[in-house]
């Protein structure tokens, strides 16, 4: 079994910029395609972005260009690095373990972190 502990989240002003960190205990995650999500207030859980175990990287159109996902597997902690924030960013953030070389869809990961929160003010 594989715990995920994301940390980074917080409040800021539009513009701005964050770094989401996972870390994973347990099990190692190189092997594994490592996704990073968002849930809004009354809103289904979102794709934001994701790093197979070879390196290949997918963004939603929402966020591309501004975020960008990395993995350092000797530290099994996979980022999200957030610039450019704007109002509509604010959620909670999930990082997730997939099986799945896929790993854009919710439903094919198996193991979630608790999430953290990011606010973006205007």
């Known amino acids: 079994q594989v715990q995920l502990v994301e940390s980074g989240g917080g409040s800021v002003q539009a513009g701005d910029s964050l770094r989401l960190s996972c870390v994973a205990s347990?099990?190692?995650?190189?092997?594994?395609?490592m996704g990073w999500f968002r849930q809004a207030p009354g809103k289904e859980r979102e794709f934001v972005a994701r790093?197979?175990?070879?390196?290949?990287?997918e963004y939603s159109d929402s966020v591309k260009g501004r975020f960008s996902i990395s993995r350092a597997n000797p530290k099994n902690t996979v980022y999200l690095e957030m610039n450019n924030l704007i109002p509509e960013d604010t959620a909670v953030y999930y990082c997730?373990?997939?099986?799945?070389?896929?790993?854009?869809?919710?439903?094919?990961?198996?193991?979630w972190g608790q999430g953290t929160q990011v606010t973006v003010s205007s």
């Open positions: 997730g373990r997939s099986p799945k070389w896929s790993g854009t869809r919710a439903p094919e990961y198996d193991y």
């Open positions: 347990g099990q190692y995650i190189s092997s594994y395609t």
């Open positions: 790093i197979t175990w070879s390196g290949d990287i």
